[in-house]
């Protein structure tokens, strides 16, 4: 069976609710072991950063957010901006990090990385902040199985080009638990990057199925570059452009 229609029939067995019944099965990951993972909110993650700030990216762009953001990740993307989120951190119970996030009092919560699956109790904190009624969104590298992350979260998942680096990492297979719930972002960093995303939304059929973000590199790729190629192509895409790095640049905490 040629390869798009096993992926088209993957992605037509989008689940049933649930998605919180599926745990997550073990990845091919260079990731370090992040440490103990205990159960039930004694369970612990290494956290970098919590933070109030707005939403720089996805389709809640500009919308005052508190950002979760946990250390580590095994790949290593070319255009990396959070290269400080690879190491240190500190160790935090999912009860504490549920504790810092409330303070904020805010109505959407992002956790981000580094790659947050890369800790397996990632699964459970995402759990606990659907469970306290938050609007809650994973942003993940595309690398990392998200099966068994709960159905209520909008999982925001990269497809890697190949000016990344790590186009080789990208787990095809998760587009099979993806659903209009969900974001697909390509971070886009010239044109060849450009017609291999185009490629790809007609190779596993995934425009109109979720939302598709096309991000020009800050820096690398003009805005208006990508603008005038998506409006000739008539992609029913979403561009965006960074909005935290607009209004504070570069750096933690944003
Ligand atoms: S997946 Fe994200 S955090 Fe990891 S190297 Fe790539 S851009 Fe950086």
Not at 29 to 56: H, V
Not at 225 to 239: C, F, H, T
Request: aromatic content about 8%.
């Amino acid at each position: 069976m040629p390869a798009v229609i096993r992926m088209k029939s993957l992605f037509d067995r989008i689940r049933g609710p649930g998605r919180s019944s599926r745990m997550a099965t073990a990845s091919k990951t260079d990731a370090p072991e992040p440490g103990p993972q205990n159960r039930g909110d004694s369970a612990r993650l290494r956290i970098t950063e919590i933070f109030y700030s707005l939403q720089g990216e996805s389709r809640s762009v500009g919308i005052p957010t508190v950002f979760v953001r946990l250390t580590g990740c095994p790949l290593r993307c070319g255009y990396c901006d959070t290269e400080y989120a690879f190491q240190g951190g500190e160790w935090m119970t999912i009860a504490e990090i549920v504790t810092r996030v409330a303070q904020e009092r805010p109505r959407y919560v992002t956790v981000t990385g580094g790659e947050p699956l890369a800790q397996r109790s990632s699964i459970e904190l995402l759990e606990r902040l659907c469970d306290a009624g938050y609007e809650v969104s994973l942003e993940t590298s595309g690398a990392l199985d998200i099966s068994g992350v709960d159905r209520r979260v909008s999982v925001v998942m990269d497809i890697k080009t190949p000016a990344s680096g790590e186009e080789t990492r990208n787990l095809y297979t998760n587009l099979a638990h993806i659903d209009a719930n969900d974001q697909i972002k390509f971070v886009i960093c010239d044109r060849t990057d450009y017609e291999w995303s185009r490629a790809k939304l007609a190779e596993f059929d995934i425009a109109g199925r979720c939302e598709i973000l096309f991000s020009p590199v800050h820096g690398t790729l003009k805005p208006v570059e990508l603008a005038g190629w998506i409006l000739a192509d008539r992609l029913p895409v979403r561009m965006q452009v960074q909005l935290h790095k607009l209004l504070w640049g570069d750096g933690p905490g944003h």
